[in-house]
């Protein structure tokens, strides 16, 4: 029993949770709003989009590789479905859903290709595949921002859509989100595959040792692509929830915030060179970067200061853990 | 056998021919001296980004910030130049400002590389990462400072800098030309050059062999920040203002122009020569997008399959000269 | 059923320039606790990787288990019951001890889900199978090397293991730790698994062993059963005839010895304790001990990669700090180190630069620049100066042969005009010719007032070419022997090998 304990507290993931308790104290004495239900529910809605992209942004990182190019994938995804459902008059939330997940698997698998094929470094293969997914979804499928009254029915009534629903004092009502069902239900496969399944082992031994996973006969390329469609797969389903959050649809959106998603990865404890991390870890750093987001007005502080407070919050969680290993290596004489 | 200058020769026989191709289709937009001196304008900015990302590349590493640089010294120097200058002052004072302006702006650039430098050497965290997270806190930093605004007037004597000209060639130019000939000194004929490109080789030996590897990391990301912060100066002065957010399109295509130009991602190996006839190429297709009416969209696609192009190729080369390199041992 | 369960006959492999394997043979019976001995350089790992099926080789046949192969690949080996565990273990740090045993197994059965249940029983079978304890949840880089060898070879059990070849299985592990893996081995024995047991240590051989084949540069020197053997006999087998060498002489120059290097009381915990020494000038003075005794910790604190925590350094009677490899080498203290090719030399950079790269405030000219002139005298000096065989300096270190390229890295330490030269291992790897080249280099510059440390595993080595030597094991040292003239080889195995061997006994 006592090893347990041990173990659990070996883990970084658990004083991250209590920072994100302490912190949770600290802003409901300021503003006793924040840990109301209501509040908690809107949270998780807000969030459930930015936690799915960091389930799979944490895939990749897991197998030592690293993808940036998941936001143009996620709002390729949106607008062309939003524009295929415009153009064909089907109102279908489902169909929605496929066309933006096909989508996103098919930009994915490029990316599978261009890094297991052709063992291009990932970090620059994602970066020219962001530019180039966006760029051709500016260039050849359009710039036109779809206004709500544009909009087809089916996003506007999903994004309303609730679990259950709860009536406050004079009346009105609230609700927890469907999205929170989403959410789980991409955490629970996403959790499955890696626990339970020789294909989420073998994502942890490539990133473990990719040598070993080869001689032990892993199929690496087949992994590698596995994980560039899934995380286009997320992709897509965000690209939906995205649209029907907002009630709009613009192109340009989503691009451009990959910081706070590899913050909140990064936040829960993964590390880059691979094979370490957890997807509590990443759900509870999307918490943490989340309720900072919201908040930070609360603390005094404008909206301005977010992406510095990203910048801030990579640079001190990566400095922790890599001088931890730094430290660790300098110990047993291995020169890096 | 032409060893590292084979590939530069390919791109300028490339540049070439794309001048050539461009003439023979474009003639009347593409042949005139305001087509030339405006792409001469252009490549500075661009170019001394891609020197900065460079270096870092060099060593193995990369920088992700050199466009936060820019803009962090960017709006430093502008704060400077408007908030200091009021329109009653002399001609002597206000080129003071400028002088200081420019040299806070380069100070500022210093400091930023030097914290990217310190992180990667000395608290050993992964330039991927360390620049990802000074990229997010030097463009924060920025718009904390103009509240995500941009700053507009400066005044003429500064913007001679990015829009004058000496001669016929743009003075952005000429620093341009400047700066990548110092760099490729260094890079060549000193003890610090020689050293990042070992370094970037084999950062183990590079220790047993008593160079210091953590300060010469500190170096080369200096060396990045402060041709980013030069770059920031000219990109100012050009456009007479500045705000956040600018020049993120850069960032891929520098890492573009320099993996086109030869240089090795895993580190130790290009040529400044390279590099600098890959922005040549860069801008002359960037020019010839904007006669032939290119959208920024479509030049974005462009640029990101060039980039993945590029690599595929050189992927398909290196498995050629192994497969090459075996059969002359085994034959 | 075939007797034999191994039989590799005439087996010839050359690399560029080197015969690895001169039509070696060798068999191993099941059962059989067979040892592959020969010094660094003998062709071991060759043959090794050419069973394995991971090479193959020029002329020869294998057989296994009556099944001839012309062709073995590394999926019939397998097939067949071979298994390679290599040094580094191949064993996945972030996963845990249960599933790094039950992985491979796993993946054999195409299975497409995992059961943590089936992982965690095979992990414990095996484990029990060869009586051995160990926390299955534990994550690999959390435990002991000795562990990490059990979950290797708990791994190769899994997979139906017939013969297991271990590559130098012992180098990271106590006394205690070798012996229990030698009771392994007898497990495994007694259930009719083989070891190949791949080893330069002569009291390891001589303690496991049943069979042993003995390799000396690509050649097979015989195979013998382990009664017919002793230390005397296997250590001449293994070493082959003495190089007709005059032993170094240190020539005592003036009657005032220049203390060049004095060491008092240098500890660094976990590395080496109490370690006292006075190297003077013209001396080559050897440190040998088994892998693990410290001698490269200690070498690396005196170059400035592993600051001790205590104890003093003086060069030249003066108290110094060396804090970092500038230290050292304003010092002109210099370390050839160990692994040549991934720790001294920058293999794709062209020779020169390899040569240059620790002189390069000596080739600058008065505007701190590289001076052409004074950069192509230096590379052409010490190219000449220690016999360089290239077409072209400026040519890639990767096309030199792994004697030309010892050179390149000595060269570059040479040319810093050091006090005292620390080589670790200088040696392995190196054909016989590059070796008696490199040993007439180094007497030649201990001759020349050059204080020299020649760290180094082979004690003919040792005993030819130092006039003093240290004994270390644990981090200490055990013995000093201040005139090797005085001591003969096989005294010098027995206090180096058996030493361990007495503590237990």
């Not at chain 2, 399109?249 to 390279?274: E, H, R």
């Not at chain 3, 959390?142 to 060898?149: E, G, K, L, P």
Request: aromatic letters at 8%.
């Amino acid at each position: 029993m006592k090893k347990k304990i041990k173990r659990i507290f070996s883990h970084s993931e658990i004083y991250l949770f209590f920072i994100i308790i302490i912190f949770s104290i600290i802003l409901t004495s300021i503003n006793p709003s924040f840990l109301t239900l209501e509040n908690l529910f809107d949270l998780i809605k807000s969030s459930a989009g930015m936690g799915i992209l960091a389930v799979g942004f944490f895939i990749v990182l897991l197998s030592g590789g690293i993808d940036v190019s998941f936001t143009a994938i996620a709002i390729a995804g949106q607008y062309i479905s939003a524009n295929v459902l415009m153009a064909t008059g089907v109102d279908n939330i489902y169909l929605a859903f496929l066309i933006s997940c096909s989508v996103g698997i098919l930009l994915g698998a490029i990316n599978g290709l261009l890094i297991s094929v052709f063992k291009l470094p990932t970090l620059i293969v994602t970066l020219g595949t962001l530019s180039a997914f966006h760029g051709a979804l500016l260039a050849f499928v359009g710039t036109k921002a779809i206004n709500t009254a544009e909009l087809p029915d089916c996003f506007k009534v999903f994004g309303h859509n609730n679990i259950f629903v709860l009536t406050r004092a004079d009346g009105t009502s609230y609700g927890l989100s469907v999205y929170a069902l989403i959410l789980l239900g991409v955490v629970i496969m996403s959790w499955l595959i890696l626990k339970y399944t020789m294909l989420g082992r073998g994502i942890h031994a490539i990133g473990g040792n990719r040598d070993s996973a080869v001689r032990a006969g892993f199929n690496i390329v087949g992994i590698q692509f596995f994980i560039y469609c899934y995380v286009g797969f997320l992709a897509g389903i965000m690209g939906v929830m995205h649209i029907s959050l907002l009630r709009y649809s613009n192109p340009m959106y989503i691009v451009g915030t990959e910081l706070g998603v590899i913050a909140a990865v990064v936040l829960g404890g993964a590390r880059i060179t691979g094979g370490t991390g957890s997807i509590i870890g990443t759900l509870l750093g999307v918490v943490m970067i989340s309720i900072l987001e919201k908040n930070l007005v609360l603390m005094g502080l404008s909206s301005y200061w977010h992406q510095l407070f990203v910048g801030l919050i990579i640079i001190i969680s990566v400095s922790i853990t890599s001088y931890q290993n730094k430290r660790r290596g300098i110990r047993s004489l291995t020169f890096r | 056998m032409l060893g590292k200058y084979s590939k530069t020769i390919v791109l300028f026989t490339i540049m070439v021919g794309i001048i050539i191709i461009m003439s023979i289709f474009i003639p009347d937009k593409f042949l005139t001296v305001i087509n030339f001196q405006s792409m001469a304008s252009q490549i500075p900015e661009f170019g001394l980004l891609a020197l900065a990302m460079m270096i870092a590349m060099m060593t193995g590493g990369i920088d992700l910030s050199v466009v936060s640089i820019t803009n962090l010294t960017g709006v430093i120097a502008a704060v400077i130049l408007t908030k200091l200058v009021s329109p009653q002052m002399g001609e002597g004072l206000i080129t003071l400002i400028i002088i200081l302006a420019i040299l806070v702006a380069i100070i500022s650039s210093l400091v930023c590389g030097l914290l990217s430098g310190v992180l990667i050497a000395y608290v050993g965290v992964p330039p991927i990462l360390a620049t990802l997270g000074t990229m997010g806190l030097f463009l924060g930093i920025a718009i904390v400072i103009t509240e995500g605004h941009g700053i507009t007037g400066f005044p003429d004597k500064f913007l001679f800098i990015g829009s004058g000209t000496i001669w016929i060639i743009p003075v952005p130019f000429i620093i341009f030309i400047v700066c990548a000939l110092i760099v490729a000194l260094v890079l060549n004929k000193t003890s610090l050059g020689l050293s990042i490109q070992m370094l970037g080789s084999n950062p183990v030996a590079s220790w047993f062999a008593g160079i210091s590897n953590n300060s010469i990391l500190v170096k080369t990301y200096m060396i990045s920040g402060l041709l980013a912060g030069i770059s920031s100066v000219i990109m100012i002065s050009r456009v007479n203002s500045m705000r956040p957010g600018y020049g993120y399109a850069y960032l891929l295509t520098a890492i573009l122009v320099i993996v086109l130009g030869g240089v090795n991602p895993s580190g130790g190996f290009g040529t400044i020569t390279g590099v600098v006839v890959g922005v040549i190429i860069l801008q002359l297709l960037q020019s010839g997008f904007n006669i032939l009416a290119f959208s920024p969209f479509f030049k974005k696609f462009i640029w990101g399959f060039m980039l993945l192009l590029v690599m595929v190729i050189n992927f398909i080369i290196a498995k050629y000269q192994q497969r090459s390199r075996k059969l002359k041992i085994h034959p | 059923m075939a007797k034999e369960l191994l039989e590799v006959k005439n087996i010839s492999k050359a690399y560029t320039g080197v015969q690895a394997l001169d039509n070696v043979s060798i068999s191993i019976k099941r059962g059989e606790i067979h040892c592959l001995v020969g010094e660094n350089g003998s062709g071991k790992s060759t043959l090794t990787k050419i069973i394995a099926g991971v090479v193959k080789a020029d002329e020869g046949e294998i057989i296994i288990n009556g099944r001839f192969y012309q062709n073995l690949h590394a999926i019939d080996s397998i097939r067949e019951g071979i298994q390679v565990i290599y040094q580094d273990l191949s064993l996945f740090p972030n996963l845990s001890v249960a599933e790094n045993i039950s992985l491979n197994q796993m993946i054999e059965r195409k299975s497409k889900l995992i059961s943590w249940k089936d992982v965690t029983n095979t992990a414990r079978t095996e484990l029990k199978n060869i009586r051995e304890k160990l926390d299955l949840g534990e994550k690999v880089e959390d435990i002991s090397m000795a562990s990490r060898q059990i979950v290797a070879i708990c791994r190769a059990l899994t997979q139906g293991a017939k013969l297991i070849i271990m590559d130098e299985p012992t180098s990271a592990l106590t006394k205690t730790e070798i012996d229990s893996l030698f009771s392994v081995i007898l497990d495994l024995k007694r259930k009719g698994i083989s070891t190949l047991f791949i080893s330069h240590k002569i009291s390891e051989v001589l303690e496991i062993s049943e069979k042993v084949t003995i390799l000396r540069d690509g050649r097979k020197v015989g195979e013998y059963s382990i009664d017919e053997l002793d230390n005397d006999k296997l250590i001449f087998l293994m070493t082959g005839k003495k190089i007709a060498y005059p032993r170094f002489k240190y020539k005592e120059k003036e009657h005032h010895e220049k203390m060049l290097l004095e060491v008092r009381d240098l500890s660094k915990r976990g590395n080496f304790e109490n370690v006292n020494f006075k190297l003077r000038s013209g001396e080559i003075l050897g440190i040998t001990g088994l892998l693990g005794s410290g001698r490269t910790e200690l070498a690396l604190s005196l170059f400035g990669l592993n600051k001790a925590d205590s104890g003093e350094i003086y060069i030249d009677g003066k108290q110094v700090k060396i804090n970092s490899t500038q230290d050292a080498v304003k010092l002109r203290i210099s370390y050839l180190p160990e692994d040549r090719l991934s720790q001294g030399l920058f293999i794709e950079q062209s020779i020169s630069n390899n040569i240059i790269i620790t002189i390069l405030r000596k080739i600058l000219n008065r505007l701190r620049l590289i001076s052409n002139i004074k950069r192509e005298n230096s590379i052409n000096k010490w190219s000449k100066e220690l016999e360089i065989k290239t077409p072209s300096l400026e040519a890639a270190a990767q096309s030199l042969s792994g004697g030309n390229q010892q050179r390149v890295v000595l060269a570059r330490w040479l040319a810093t005009n050091p006090k005292v030269f620390i080589l670790d291992c200088p040696t392995i790897g190196i054909d016989i010719a590059s070796k008696s080249n490199i040993y007439s280099i180094i007497r030649d510059l201990a001759n020349a007032g050059m204080g020299i440390i020649l760290i180094s595993d082979e004690i003919p080595e040792a005993l030819q070419n130092c006039n003093r030597i240290l004994v270390m094991s644990k981090g200490r040292i055990v013995k000093k022997i201040d005139d090797a003239s005085s001591i003969t080889e096989d005294e010098l195995f027995n206090i180096v090998g058996k030493k361990e061997l007495n503590k237990v006994g």
